[in-house]
């Protein structure tokens, strides 16, 4: 199956700068790739998310580049506030039957 | 967006009991449900596939005697854990495919066996 791999499993910031994790996929077959942000004993919930036909989304403080190429995607937070602090999962799926593949995680933790 | 509802959020019980968890959409019909577990500090690892009216998919590595799955109707699925040991103690954590690509996540359940 799919192996998702993310980096950097903890990440430390000072409020007002910028984050960057990478994932990288191993099926080019993987079309659809999300981001989900998880605060602690809580569901994740879906931040920003590519297909495969785009290389680069953004909304607001957060975009998400993607290349397939080399089978990685990156998600960027600008300005970041303390509020951003949680865990962070990129996930990657073939589409139609929405069978997804997390990454390890990374904990974002923002210091003001 | 689409609510994903799952109960318990939390369950302790005896070592060889076995325990239910029920994944609920409420505002759409999924033919397929996911179900997810996730130890403390760790990722999501898919368990199974669920699909209304058959049987479901499991990934490898899952016991599909141990964690049974049901998904009689197409609001519900739920997950059993049989004769649960204190190493099955995880958060379990449901999830519903509306039709498109976006993926919905109940609460999570998390439980524990003592």
């Known amino acids: 199956g799919e192996n998702v791999e993310q980096h950097p499993s903890t990440l430390s910031v000072q409020e007002g700068d910028s984050a960057v994790i990478k994932c990288t996929y191993s099926?080019?077959?993987?079309?659809?790739f999300p981001w989900y942000k998880q605060e602690l004993g809580k569901r994740p919930q879906l931040i920003i998310d590519?297909?495969?036909?785009?290389g680069e989304k953004k909304d607001q403080r957060i975009a998400v580049t993607l290349n397939k190429t080399a089978k990685h995607f990156s998600l960027h937070i600008t300005e970041t506030q303390p509020e951003d602090s949680a865990v962070y999962f990129c996930a990657a799926s073939m589409g139609n039957f929405n069978k997804f593949y997390f990454g390890s995680g990374t904990k974002l933790n923002v210091k003001p | 967006g689409a609510v994903v509802s799952q109960h318990p959020s939390r369950v302790i019980c005896k070592s060889g009991t076995s325990v239910k968890i029920e994944c609920r959409s409420l505002d759409f019909q999924a033919t397929t449900m996911f179900w997810y577990r996730q130890f403390p500090k760790q990722s999501l690892m898919l368990m199974a596939t669920s699909n209304e009216g058959s049987k479901a998919t499991y990934e490898q590595g899952v016991e599909k005697d141990k964690f049974l799955i049901n998904h009689a109707s197409l609001t519900l699925s739920t997950l059993t854990v049989t004769s649960a040991h204190p190493e099955d103690s995880s958060f379990y954590i449901c999830s519903a495919d509306r039709g498109g690509e976006k993926l919905f996540f109940g609460s999570g359940t998390q439980l524990s066996v003592l």
């Open positions: 590519i297909r495969s036909n785009v």
């Open positions: 099926d080019s077959a993987s079309n659809y």
